[in-house]
C-alpha cells in the first residue's frame, strides 16, 4: 500500500467511526426526524450513508456502482448499525487496494483520488446531519476536515449544477473549518430540528 492510499484508508476509518458513533446514538423513535437535507429524514438519510458506503466500495475497484435506487437497510437489517460500522471498515480497505487511487473511476470518470474524497466528505457531512437530527454531538477529526475541504470547493459549483449541493450559506470569518464545509455544501450550520 502505498503512502496515498493508507492515508485516505486512515482518514476513511477515522471518519467511518465517528459517523458509527452517531449512527449508534440514534434511537428507534428517531427515524422519522426532519434532517439538514430536507428531503431526507433520519431513516432516509442513514439509508442513503450506507448506501454511499457500499457503492463507493465498488467505484474503489473501478466497478460500476448502482445509485439508481437506494434499499431499506434499516427494516431490512436490525443489526443495520453494526453493518454500517463493517461496511465503513471495507469502504477504508477497499480505498487502500493497490491501484484504487489511480486513474478515473465512476460514471463520470473522475479522478479516482476525487471520488475518494467525496465519500470521505459524505462520512463527515452526513454524520453532522445525523447527529444535529437526532440532538447528539459531533465533532470530526480536523485532519479529515482539512482534507475534504478543498476537494469539495472543487466539487461544488458541478454539485449545485446536479442538485447534490445547494447553495453556499454566508457564515462569519472566524468559523470555523467544519462550519465552512457544511455552508459550501449548502448547509447552515446552525440548523437545528426544533
Not at 434511537?27 to 448506501?51: F, I, K
Request: glycine share 8%; with cysteine; hydrophobic share 45%.
Amino acid at each position: 500500500m502505498n503512502q496515498q492510499n493508507q492515508q485516505i484508508s486512515e482518514l476513511m476509518t477515522v471518519a467511518g467511526e465517528r459517523a458509527s458513533a452517531v449512527l449508534d446514538g440514534i434511537e428507534d423513535g428517531q427515524l422519522g426526524a426532519p434532517t439538514p437535507c430536507a428531503e431526507y429524514d433520519v431513516r432516509a438519510l442513514a439509508n442513503h450513508l450506507l448506501h454511499v458506503v457500499v457503492q463507493f466500495q465498488a467505484l474503489a475497484a473501478k466497478q460500476i456502482p448502482d445509485f439508481s435506487t437506494t434499499p431499506d437497510y434499516i427494516g431490512e437489517d436490525p443489526e443495520w448499525r453494526k453493518r454500517f460500522a463493517a461496511e465503513v471498515h471495507r469502504l477504508a480497505q477497499a480505498w487502500a487496494a493497490p491501484g484504487a487511487l489511480e486513474g478515473v473511476t465512476g460514471m463520470m470518470d473522475m479522478p479516482a483520488p476525487t471520488v475518494a474524497r467525496m465519500a470521505l466528505g459524505d462520512l463527515v457531512v452526513h454524520a453532522w446531519d445525523l447527529a444535529e437530527a437526532t440532538g447528539q454531538t459531533y465533532a470530526p477529526d480536523p485532519a479529515v476536515v482539512a482534507d475534504v475541504a478543498p476537494a469539495f470547493a472543487e466539487l461544488a459549483p458541478g454539485g449545485r449544477q446536479m442538485g447534490v449541493f445547494g447553495d453556499p450559506v454566508d457564515v462569519p470569518e472566524n468559523a470555523s473549518p467544519l462550519d465552512r464545509l457544511l455552508a459550501l455544501t449548502g448547509r447552515d450550520p446552525q440548523w437545528t430540528c426544533a
